[in-house]
C-alpha cells in the first residue's frame, strides 16, 4: 500500500532549507526549529497572497529564504552574515523583512540586478573559496559557513524541470559539494557534482542535468 510521508505533499523546502542552514551553524534543537517553522508558517499566513502561492508552489520563494535569513539574524537570535555572492545587490534589503512587499525574482522589475558569472569556474570556485573543504559533514553546530540555493533538476531534455527544490550545501571535497537536505524522496539529491550541475541553463544536457540558479545563492556564516 503505497504512503506518504509527512512533509511529501507540501512546498515547504525553503523553510527546510533555511532551518537546516541554522543546524549546521547554531545547532539549534527540535524545539528550536518547531518554533522557527511555526512562526515563519504564521506570518506568510498573514498575507493571503503570499499564503496562496505557497501552498500551491506558485512562486520561486526567493523572497522567503530572504526573509527567513533576515528575520533569524535579527530577531530569532542567531547573528548572521549573508550576501548574494551572484546578484548586484549583495546584502539582504531591509526590505526583506516586510512580506507585504514580496515579489517573485523573475519579476522584470528585478532582472536587472542578476549578475551571472563570466563562466561555470569562476561559480565553482565561489563555492569552492566559501565552504569547508572536508570528507565530514560538520556537526550540528560547528558549521562556520553554508550556501542556501535553488536547483532544478532536468530529465531527458525537458523544457521544464521535473524538481525544482530549495537546500544548503555545508561542505565540497573532490568537487562534489553535500548537501544537508530534507528530502526523504528515493531520488532525491544528496549532493551536486561539479561534473553534472551547472549554473548557465545553456549548458544543461543529458550528462549535465541540474542547473543551480545563481540568483538563489545566499552565502551564511555566523556573525
Known amino acids: 500500500m503505497q504512503r506518504f510521508h509527512q512533509g511529501q505533499l507540501d512546498f515547504f523546502c ?3 532549507a533555511v532551518i537546516n542552514a541554522l543546524t549546521a551553524l547554531y545547532g539549534i534543537t527540535l524545539t528550536q526549529a518547531r518554533a522557527l517553522f511555526a512562526t515563519i508558517l504564521s506570518d506568510i499566513s498573514a498575507h493571503q497572497r503570499l499564503w496562496r502561492m505557497t501552498l500551491n508552489n506558485k512562486t520561486d520563494f526567493h523572497w522567503l529564504a530572504s526573509h ?3 528575520a533569524a539574524s535579527k530577531g530569532m537570535s ?6 548574494r555572492p551572484f546578484m548586484s545587490d549583495q546584502e539582504l534589503p531591509e526590505s526583506a523583512g516586510n512580506l507585504a512587499l514580496a515579489v517573485a525574482y523573475n519579476d522584470e522589475a528585478l ?5 551571472y558569472p563570466e563562466n561555470e569556474a569562476a ?14 559533514q560538520p556537526k550540528a553546530g ?9 536547483f532544478h533538476r532536468y530529465m531527458h531534455f525537458t523544457d521544464e524541470p521535473v524538481v525544482s527544490h530549495w537546500s544548503v550545501a555545508d561542505h565540497h571535497i573532490g568537487g562534489t559539494f553535500y548537501l544537508r ?7 532525491a539529491l544528496y549532493s551536486l557534482d561539479k561534473t553534472a550541475a551547472v549554473f548557465a541553463p545553456e549548458m544543461l544536457s543529458g550528462r549535465q542535468n541540474v542547473h543551480i540558479e545563481p540568483s538563489s545563492v545566499f552565502f551564511v556564516e555566523r556573525a
Do not use: H
Open 14 to 16: 525553503t523553510i527546510y
Open 68 to 70: 527567513m535569513l533576515l
Open 78 to 83: 542567531y547573528p548572521l552574515r549573508v550576501f
Open 111 to 115: 532582472a536587472g540586478k542578476i549578475l
Open 123 to 136: 561559480c565553482w570556485s565561489a563555492f569552492e573559496e566559501w565552504l569547508p573543504l572536508t570528507g565530514t
Open 142 to 150: 560547528t558549521a562556520k559557513r553554508v550556501a542556501v540555493l535553488r
Open 181 to 187: 537536505d530534507a528530502s526523504k524522496e528515493e531520488n
